[in-house]
């Protein structure tokens, strides 16, 4: 028995006061797993990849008797912006970006009303981890993304014109907003991830087609955006966008509210396009169309998995998936043409059928995509459902909207092809439902994970208007591959 253990795990355990059950378990963990007891009370913990897995009772006990827990990975937080009027002025939109200085450079959005808290977009830098924060700048362009390419930092916001800004000094100063496109397309999205491969950074957006008197995906444009990395990402010249698709085009039905997508219960409530559906009594409790929304991208880099490009010239934008429900996100591809262009379809399973709706923890909501080259494993965080089937009209007040829209619960998953995701951890949680952890970003610092939520606290007006943006630190996260 003593043979089989894992070095780590031979001079922490006494095999004569554990049970054989016990023993196998922490064994078949490997060398993440540690087993400690007090030798007065015999009270034992076993711990995995620095999660407490919960109390075990020393003799000859079953481990599947034990008082297990899962215990969030970074629940401990630093908060960098906070709200100064909670009920009239949330917060939105975090971004985070790790440089290779190791400078952590932050900005999240104050969705202010008038001159004494207006809408601006904060930058921050931190040089110690994210201890302490520096208020490096307040901009007009709103709920943007950071990102790098080349020796400059930028920050690609939504709105009309799609503006962006510059950094040359590692986000101490920012340059003016220049306008990537005509004011009269409309650029929407949060701070979703960014896509570096061959010579380029690949980001996904969605544009508004059109306004109805509801909530808007059903009417979402999704399209990928490629520059240059080496070019001066201010310059129009240095984008390509791809072909669109919008939701209601794609989808048959959903403007005349005959939707038919047999055995997958979409739309999971009646809807009525252009409008909103009531589902309870209560007004705030409605339906909008069913849509896609707030998109990601990645690439395919596996030669066994059936969607893989040798060439290197597919992607896939991945979207949330406004069902009603949970569990799903929307799939596209966009393929890169010779001459340049790049063309934007569904994707196909083997047998030739669409494959639009993917299984995807947390696709009901905002997510953060995030491929790891070490790991060779896409890093998904995203918001755990927990009660998504309780009844809309029996709904607790503070909780947000419908059942399926809970945000207080932050999950981390890894997927070794996008489809298939393993739960890695409960990154941080809350005990009310209107006190979010949501919505977050991330990126690697190291062997950790940094993230910055959407949150908030008993103060915020709901889960959805928080009144903070908290800074969290997931360490040495590739030990919970398993």
């Not at 709920?143 to 690609?156: M, P, T």
Request: neutral net charge; charged residues 20%; contains cysteine.
């Amino acid at each position: 028995m003593e043979s089989a253990l894992s070095p780590v795990l031979h001079h922490l355990i006494n095999p004569r006061i554990v049970s054989l059950g016990l023993l196998a378990a922490v064994n078949m963990m490997g060398p993440n797993a540690l087993f400690a007891q007090d030798a007065e009370t015999g009270r034992s913990e076993l711990s995995y990849a620095g999660i407490s897995v919960g109390e075990a009772q020393a003799g000859p006990v079953d481990i599947a008797l034990a008082n297990f827990s899962i215990r969030p990975l970074a629940q401990a937080n630093v908060v960098v912006g906070k709200s100064p009027a909670p009920a009239d002025v949330p917060l939105y939109s975090p971004s985070i970006l790790r440089l290779d200085s190791g400078r952590l450079v932050a900005a999240y959005t104050q969705a202010g009303k008038g001159t004494e808290h207006p809408n601006v977009e904060f930058m921050f830098t931190s040089d110690d981890g994210g201890k302490t924060w520096i208020k490096r700048a307040a901009a007009k362009p709103l709920q943007g993304r950071l990102f790098v390419a080349a020796r400059s930092v930028y920050y690609l916001a939504t709105g009309a014109g799609l503006p962006i800004m510059r950094s040359d000094d590692d986000g101490v100063t920012w340059s003016e907003p220049v306008l990537l496109t005509a004011k009269d397309k409309v650029w929407q999205q949060t701070p979703a991830n960014v896509w570096h491969a061959n010579g380029n950074v690949y980001l996904a957006f969605e544009r508004r087609n059109r306004e109805i008197d509801a909530w808007g995906p059903s009417e979402k444009a999704l399209v990928l955006l490629r520059g240059k990395a080496d070019a001066d990402l201010t310059k129009p010249g240095a984008w390509t966008f791809s072909s669109e698709l919008i939701f209601a085009d794609v989808v048959p039905g959903v403007r005349t509210n005959t939707v038919d997508l047999p055995f997958l219960g979409i739309p999971f409530f009646k809807q009525d396009y252009p409008n909103r559906a009531p589902v309870s009594p209560a007004s705030r409790r409605t339906m909008p169309p069913i849509g896609w929304v707030e998109p990601a991208v990645a690439q395919v880099l596996d030669p066994d998995h059936y969607w893989y490009d040798p060439s290197g010239h597919t992607f896939h934008v991945i979207a949330r998936a406004h069902t009603g429900g949970t569990g799903f996100a929307c799939f596209t591809k966009v393929v890169e043409n010779p001459d340049g262009t790049m063309t934007m379809s569904l994707e196909n399973a083997p047998s030739g059928r669409t494959m639009m709706y993917v299984p995807f923890p947390g696709g009901q909501l905002r997510f953060h995509l995030l491929y790891d080259a070490k790991t060779k494993l896409y890093w998904l965080l995203s918001s755990q459902a927990t009660d998504s089937m309780h009844r809309a009209d029996r709904l607790s007040a503070d909780r947000f909207d419908l059942p399926y829209n809970e945000r207080h619960r932050m999950v981390l998953h890894f997927s070794r092809n996008l489809v298939d995701w393993c739960f890695a951890g409960l990154v941080a949680k809350t005990d009310s439902p209107k006190e979010a952890r949501h919505y977050a970003s991330m990126d690697i610092d190291g062997d950790d994970l940094v993230i910055l939520s959407r949150s908030g606290d008993a103060s915020a007006k709901s889960a959805h208007e928080g009144n903070l943006i908290t800074f969290h630190r997931i360490k040495n996260f590739r030990a919970l591959v398993y």
